[in-house]
Antibody, heavy 121, light 108 residues
Framework: EVQLVESGGGLVQPGGSLRLSCTASGFTFGNFWMTWVRQAPGKGLEWVANIKEDGSEKYYVDSVKGRFTISRDNAQMSLYLQMNSLRAEDTAVYYC??????????????WGQGSLVTVSS | EIVMTQSPATLSMSPGERATLSCRAS??????LAWYQQRPGQAPRLLIHTASTRAAGIPARFSGSGSGTEFTLTISSLQSEDFAVYYCQQFNIWPPLTFGGGTKVEIK
């Protein structure tokens, strides 16, 4: 069974940093693109970033470029999101998900339970 | 950026009824479209990919159709567990990958 478990969320002040982690199990992690998707309270879904199987390609939504960094450790079967210069509008539940297609731009066929990030003073 | 527009925003239905949800893309996405279901307090779940292919374990009452810019998700007979929010997502041209704003299916 595919499982994705996020951790690392919490309360952070504006301008602060936070690192989210996602630990995978039940599939060959290194064979899949992975993604982060977020959902602000009471709002819809927003794609944040994708990373290729070997980490050689990374893509971001414009609103987080230069502030967020997606990375992975295939040996540890883990996905990360380093978030710097956080803003109030980054407040959201962050989901890690598996990309279900061979190409990087695809649909998301398995999701974690989410990790809440709250940016507030 | 491809903008995805879902309608209606809210659909008030009774159990057993047929529900039809729409998703429109601002430009053609071919059949590179997915549908997700999100129940309250839960993560999204993939229902349909490539416009009309049901994901593993998804009941046959869920079906998707369309191509280009117009897509439909149909739930043939609503069950209690189907009252949720549904999102479409395009993966034809990216970045960014984009979602629609969602349709909430509520009990009438």
């Amino acid at each position: 069974e595919v499982q994705l478990v996020e951790s690392g969320g919490g309360l952070v002040q504006p301008g602060g940093s936070l690192r989210l982690s996602c630990t995978a199990s039940g599939f060959t992690f290194g064979n899949f693109w992975m993604t982060w998707v977020r959902q602000a309270p009471g709002k819809g879904l927003e794609w944040v970033a994708n990373i290729k199987e070997d980490g050689s390609e990374k893509y971001y939504v414009d609103s987080v470029k230069g502030r967020f960094t997606i990375s992975r450790d295939n040996a540890q079967m883990s996905l990360y999101l380093q978030m710097n210069s956080l803003r109030a509008e980054d407040t959201a539940v962050y989901y890690c998900a598996r990309v279900g297609t061979v190409k990087g731009g695809g649909y998301f066929d398995s999701w974690g339970q989410g990790s809440l990030v709250t940016v507030s003073s | 950026e491809i903008v995805m527009t879902q309608s209606p925003a809210t659909l008030s239905m009774s159990p057993g009824e047929r529900a039809t949800l729409s998703c429109r893309a601002s430009q053609s996405v071919s059949t590179n479209l997915a549908w997700y279901q999100q129940r309250p307090g839960q993560a999204p779940r993939l229902l349909i990919h490539t416009a009309s292919t049901r994901a593993a374990g998804i009941p046959a009452r869920f079906s998707g159709s369309g191509s280009g810019t117009e897509f439909t998700l149909t739930i043939s007979s609503l069950q209690s567990e189907d009252f949720a929010v549904y999102y479409c997502q395009q993966f034809n041209i990216w970045p960014p990958l984009t979602f629609g704003g969602g349709t909430k299916v509520e009990i009438k």
